[in-house]
């Protein structure tokens, strides 16, 4: 009993802790992310929005319009219409920063020359990347990686950027000149053909709700031509109040309660493991070869007895958690100072703190859901419930189960790549494996486009069409629940029996372990207290018919203070003391007689308080 109530005490802190810090159990969070993404990817403007750039001057647009508006407003714009800077601060500067490629760094094909005084300007690699200062000018400077502060990233092309490059700070304080530099950089070609990523990085802080977000703005110029824009918007907060540090301490005291019991558990299959090595040790060195193999392979097997599994790897969660919380903290404790907040000429470096963030945001959903699941360790007791959570976790192990499993995603594979060499060319969902085999799973629930299919420049679009659904909806998928059903079924009736013969296991060596267990004057006394009964009482006891043999030979009634007293000494209700047979009796009854004495020659024994 301490131990459930222990852990749903632990499970509804963590989850009441964690919600507060990432979300506060309202839709905060939500909007202000809503409202950024709004006002900076110009789904308030006229101008094109940020999801449909796909031309440099599509992008110069951009800037000088809705980021210029955003982060630079004029005076009038301030009195016409409500801001993002109404509700946010920039911190640092803003900072434009592009990755260039030197010229022949594109691959030719052998027995293929390029036209006389033709450039040639490949993807961008470590190898590739340029380093040569384009310009007199500041922004026309190369930067390493470690002098920008900056992070490189994956792009949704696939491609790896690093974090150096040349970069265009732009003071948050200067908005005056923000529009002549913008337009000094679109006139001398700031952004070219050597061009392959322009960044817009800076982070804004919400005064209300004590809010940072890191923005990362990035449009990728492929050597194909044209522009593809994303962005990467985190919030996050500096670890200064009371719910980070409530949410420490919950984390370090549950952190210790768990390894106690590992400790504990780990320490009982250690004698086990001794005991049975002693008594087999020939027979374990010629099965497995040497001590350390048999003290491995047994531990593998204490990890997949009963929970023992996931209770290690709920340490393992909880230790990241700890060592996450650790390094938000110095982090914190590092920016929380005021010449990086106050300084609107540097920039502001926060892609280390809000990735913590990020991957503590990550942590924290698998550790609830791991959290939540293992209470099904303490309800499997229940008659109903145990055996089909019993029978849930054999069915997703069985071999048949796996086996069709293994068969399901061969041929989903097979249709994603057949889908992806159809219509990789013309449709974005099918354009890469990755997202062609996610399309496919889609297509198998109802999620599809017909007109794609169709639309295709492939004219087997309408074949692979039809080829798809049939196998993957009507085929695949009825199968696979006919399998699981069947396999589901025939488990919970074996895991009922089980689940019984277990439960008749477990009272009988709670019987066992009250029988032995030291008693003491108070657990005697309140015990008797407990199973007192007054003599104007009835007490009716029903015995199940399989439990009749146990309880034969009982007097089952009322008792009193004194004979209550004796049974909790004995451990069961007495019928004899001294000899002679006791009965519970009313006052004012008579006595049933006895086999060993007659009422005429023995006087009625009855025990009062």
Same mark, same amino acid.
């Given at each position: 009993f301490h131990g459930i109530a222990f852990y749903l005490l632990f499970v509804l802190a963590f989850t009441t802790l964690a919600s507060v810090h990432e979300t506060r159990f309202s839709r905060t969070k939500f909007n202000v992310l809503k409202v950024v993404n709004d006002k900076l990817t110009g789904q308030e403007s006229g101008t094109a929005p940020l999801g449909q750039i796909a031309e440099i001057e599509d992008l110069w647009a951009w800037l000088k319009g809705p980021f210029r508006e955003a982060l630079f407003p004029s005076p009038e714009e301030k009195r016409q219409k409500v801001l993002l800077l109404d509700y946010n601060d920039v911190v640092g500067c803003v900072r434009l920063r592009q990755l260039r490629v030197r010229n022949n760094t594109c691959s030719e094909s052998t027995g293929q020359q390029r036209?006389?005084?033709?450039?040639? #300007?490949?993807?961008?690699?470590?190898?590739?990347?340029?380093?040569?200062?384009?310009g007199p000018h500041a922004w026309n400077q190369w930067h390493p990686e470690g002098s920008t502060d900056s992070a490189g990233f994956t792009g949704t092309l696939g491609y790896t950027y690093g974090g150096g490059g040349y970069v265009v700070d732009l003071p948050a304080d200067d908005t005056k000149n923000v529009d002549a530099t913008l337009e000094r950089l679109h006139k001398e070609r700031w952004i070219d053909d050597p061009t392959r990523l322009v960044a817009?990085?800076?982070?804004?802080?919400?005064? #209300?709700?004590?809010?940072?977000?890191?923005?990362?703005?990035y449009f990728e110029i492929p050597p194909s031509g044209g522009v593809f824009p994303s962005e990467r918007f985190i919030s996050f907060r500096l670890v200064r109040s009371a719910y980070d540090t409530l949410l420490d301490v919950v984390l370090v005291v549950c952190l210790i309660r768990f390894l106690y019991e590992e400790i504990v558990d780990i320490g009982v299959w250690r004698d086990n493991f001794r005991r049975e090595l002693r008594r087999a040790r020939v027979v374990m060195r010629q099965e497995m070869g040497s001590p350390v193999a048999a003290t491995f392979k047994s531990f593998l097997g204490h990890l997949r007895t009963g929970w023992n599994g996931v209770d290690m790897l709920i340490i393992l969660l909880i230790v990241s958690l700890i060592f996450l919380r650790a390094a938000i903290w110095w982090e914190s404790s590092r920016l929380w100072q005021p010449r990086l907040l106050l300084d609107y000429k540097s920039f502001f470096n926060s892609h280390h703190i809000a990735q913590l963030h990020h991957r503590q945001q990550s942590l924290v959903s698998v550790a609830v859901l791991v959290f939540w699941l293992k209470t099904l360790k303490y309800i499997v007791?229940?008659?109903?419930?145990?055996?089909?959570?019993?029978?849930?976790?054999?069915?997703?192990?069985?071999?048949?189960?796996?086996?069709?499993?293994?068969?399901?995603?061969?041929?989903?594979?097979?249709?994603?790549?057949?889908?992806?060499?159809?219509?990789?060319?013309?449709v974005e969902s099918y354009s890469t494996l990755g997202s062609s085999l996610l399309a496919f799973y889609r297509m198998m629930f109802g999620d599809f486009q017909y007109e794609h299919f169709v639309a295709a420049r492939n004219d087997l679009g309408p074949f692979w069409f039809t080829v798809s659904l049939f196998a993957g909806s009507l085929i695949l998928i009825n199968i696979f629940i006919a399998v699981v059903g069947q396999v589901y079924e025939t488990q919970l009736k074996d895991c009922r029996q089980l689940w019984e013969l277990r439960a008749v296991a477990q009272y009988q060596r709670q019987l066992m372990e009250d029988r032995l267990r030291p008693r003491t004057t108070w657990s005697i006394v309140l015990e008797a207290v407990a199973? #007192?009964?007054?003599?104007n009482t009835a007490v009716q006891c029903e015995v199940p018919p399989s439990k009749k043999t146990e309880y034969d030979g009982m007097v089952a009634?009322? #008792?009193?203070?004194?004979?209550?007293?004796?049974?909790?000494?004995?451990?069961?209700?007495?019928?004899?003391?001294?000899?002679?047979?006791?009965?519970?009796?009313?006052?004012?009854?008579?006595?049933?007689?006895?086999?060993n004495l007659s009422p005429a020659s023995s006087p009625r024994l009855r025990l009062s308080s």
């Open positions: 036209p006389r005084g033709r450039q040639c #300007y490949g993807r961008w690699t470590p190898s590739s990347d340029s380093r040569e200062d384009f817009a990085e800076f982070t804004l802080f919400n005064v #209300y709700v004590k809010y940072f977000i890191e923005i990362q703005i007791i229940l008659p109903t419930i145990g055996p089909a959570v019993q029978a849930i976790i054999s069915t997703i192990t069985d071999g048949n189960v796996v086996s069709f499993t293994l068969l399901f995603g061969v041929v989903s594979l097979s249709l994603s790549f057949a889908l992806h060499f159809t219509l990789g060319e013309d199973s #007192y009964r007054p003599m009634g009322h #008792y009193t203070l004194a004979e209550a007293t004796l049974r909790a000494f004995h451990g069961t209700t007495p019928t004899h003391f001294f000899g002679l047979q006791l009965s519970a009796v009313a006052p004012g009854t008579s006595a049933p007689p006895s086999p």
